[in-house]
């Protein structure tokens, strides 16, 4: 019974230590850990796996890591089906995703400026240094010149996001458009 326990461990923190891919194309991409990485060395070694050469090991993660996705992806179409069967289950959706992914409530970051910030509009597009772009979609605007102005955006109700100018209270509803 211990064994099999372990086993169900390791395959759920192997489960866990991927990330979400949204095609089985994807799955010939390599995991974030790979087994060599997950396993404990002792459980390595007497698994016998260390004897493996390292194309051998890279055939064992990719195989590993498509056969997860492939059980992956058809927990997440279980819990919500494609198509029509999946209307209005959006949300849900996301909520499954959270069971994988551990992602913050908000971001603090620089915007790349061209030019000196003034604010925005109701057409405003936030560049940021993380590399997102965000782009206003409600049709508020806020005046604040600046010239190195740090924004954080939020997690809204609903799957929304709003995004302010650190320190300062006016806000204004964004979504990611890269």
């Given amino acids: 019974m211990k064994k099999t326990t372990g086993n169900y461990l390791f395959l759920s923190m192997l489960f866990l230590a ?9 799955s010939e991409t390599k995991p974030l850990k790979e087994i060599q990485q997950l396993m404990p060395p002792g459980e390595f070694r007497d698994a016998g796996l260390d ?24 927990a997440v179409d279980e819990i919500v089906p494609e198509g029509e069967k999946g209307f209005g289950l959006e949300l849900v959706k996301e909520e499954v995703v959270k069971l994988f ?10 915007l790349i400026m061209e030019g000196k910030f003034s604010g925005w509009d109701g057409e405003a597009v936030f560049k940021l240094e993380n590399g997102q772009i965000w782009k206003q979609v409600d049709k508020s605007s806020y005046y604040y010149p600046t010239s190195s102005p740090v924004v954080v955006i939020r997690k809204g109700a609903f799957g929304s996001y709003f995004l302010s100018i650190k320190g300062k209270g006016s806000k204004c509803k964004v979504v990611r458009i890269k």
């Fill in 18 to 26: 991927l990330p979400i891919c949204s095609s089985a194309q994807e």
């Fill in 101 to 110: 992914r551990d992602t913050p409530d908000e971001i603090e970051c620089a």
């Fill in 51 to 74: 004897k493996l050469t390292p194309e051998e090991l890279d055939v064992l993660n990719k195989w590993l890591y498509g056969y997860i996705e492939v059980q992956r992806k058809a």
